[in-house]
């Protein structure tokens, strides 16, 4: 039974269609998104993760439908005040200049400056704080262009946390990292969501990442065709199989679990 009421909404999509020209991406869904979920967004390249995310943010009008934020449309709010509520880290982000990592990551306290738009002593806490979370405080001072992908990807993410926004929308946030590097930055998350009202929402590839870490999952076809659930009540092998055009199989290990591709038998000769 969900006892949850209007008060907990953070995020609505509402007979919500996607299109990419003549290609229906996603059709006529509906959903609402509660504070402390975690949800993955999964799907074949060109299903419309990107979109969907660049629509949940308000960046992007639907074919049809809306996006509803606390139960106001989210094109309706003014734009200082929905940058507190939600943050948004695009798949890509280009440091077109040089600048301490520090800075970089003061950018996103932009919406809570006040007066002159001077950062205050809380603002270089919070980007000092959002830098030691993810074990980033010995490159506050490191020029952002001498950092490898992947160091950037994190001061991406550690940017994106500063913002303090309860709706967090992350594309790609794994991209660029190792294993290791992967597991430190959804545990961040899992623990981030335990914050009142907080929400997360990221695309990812890897399906057993997102087994482990995600509450829920939104499995998009990208033919108009989506499945919102449990995360392991949507990434089965038989809806993964049907969205990524290939058999895959779960094996189990005692109570872990993992998705893999099934072997296909090779044709005779």
Request: hydrophobic share 45%; glycine share 8%.
């Amino acid at each position: 039974m969900n006892t949850r009421g209007p008060a907990d909404i953070t995020l609505r999509a509402d007979q919500l269609t996607l299109r990419a020209g003549a290609r229906t991406l996603l059709a006529n869904f509906t959903h609402t998104f509660y504070p402390g979920e975690v949800w993955c967004i999964a799907g074949p390249n060109g299903a419309g993760k990107t979109t969907l995310i660049s629509t949940l943010a308000g960046l992007l009008r639907p074919a049809k439908g809306h996006i509803e934020l606390d139960g106001r449309r989210v094109n309706e709010w003014p734009l200082a005040r929905l940058a507190r509520r939600r943050a948004l880290m695009p798949q890509a982000s280009h440091d077109a200049f040089g600048a301490s990592v520090l800075d970089i990551v003061l950018l996103n306290r932009f919406p809570h400056l006040t007066g002159w738009g001077w950062e205050r002593a809380e603002d270089r806490i919070a980007a000092q704080t959002a830098l030691d979370t993810l074990g980033l405080a010995d490159f506050a001072s490191r020029d952002v262009l001498s950092l490898s992908g992947g160091e950037r990807q994190r001061v991406a993410l550690a940017a994106t946390l500063c913002q303090d926004a309860p709706l967090l929308l992350l594309d790609e946030p794994l991209a660029h990292l190792d294993l290791h590097h992967q597991i430190d930055c959804l545990e961040v998350l899992d623990r981030w969501t335990r914050g009142a009202g907080r929400t997360v929402m990221f695309s990812c590839h890897d399906l057993n990442l997102a087994r482990r870490f995600a509450t829920h999952a939104l499995l998009l076809e990208g033919n108009g065709v989506a499945h919102a659930g449990p995360a392991r009540d949507v990434l089965t092998p038989e809806l993964a199989s049907r969205a990524f055009g290939y058999p895959l199989v779960l094996i189990r290990d005692g109570d872990d679990e993992a998705l893999i591709p099934a072997l296909r038998t090779p044709a005779r000769p």
